[in-house]
Nanobody
Framework: QVQLVESGGGLVQPGGSLRLSCAAS????????MGWFRQAPGKEREFVAA???????SYAESVKGRFTISRDNAKNTVYLQMNSLKPEDTAVYYC????????????????WGQGTQVTVSS
């Protein structure tokens, strides 16, 4: 089993930045794909970014050029650096771990964190 705990969410003004962290425990996630998804009120959960075990990254079009996903295998942790935040980025952000493809599909991830709230507002 893999346990995931997200942190780093909060309230930020439009144009600001946040860095989310996802710490894994239970087993090493070196051989897992790691993904970030988000869910806004009244909307379905959507893909944000993913990084494969070989460090290949994928991004949703809405965040490309603004968000960066990275991983530190020594710390069993994955990060999501979010810059130039917009009000439409407001959502609960979830970290996920899995081994299946495609990495943009939430069904590829059996392990999920509890989520961290990100609110972009002036």
């Amino acid at each position: 089993q893999v346990q995931l705990v997200e942190s780093g969410g909060g309230l930020v003004q439009p144009g600001g930045s946040l860095r989310l962290s996802c710490a894994a425990s239970g087993r090493t996630v070196t051989n897992y794909h790691m993904g970030w998804f988000r869910q806004a009120p009244g909307k379905e959960r959507e893909f944000v970014a993913a990084i494969t075990w070989s460090a290949v990254t994928s991004y949703a079009e809405s965040v490309k050029g603004r968000f960066t996903i990275s991983r530190d295998n020594a710390k069993n942790t994955v990060y999501l650096q979010m810059n130039s935040l917009k009000p439409e980025d407001t959502a609960v952000y979830y970290c996920a771990a899995g081994r299946s493809y495609p990495v943009i599909n939430s069904h590829s991830y059996p392990y999920w964190g509890q989520g961290t709230q990100v609110t972009v507002s002036s």
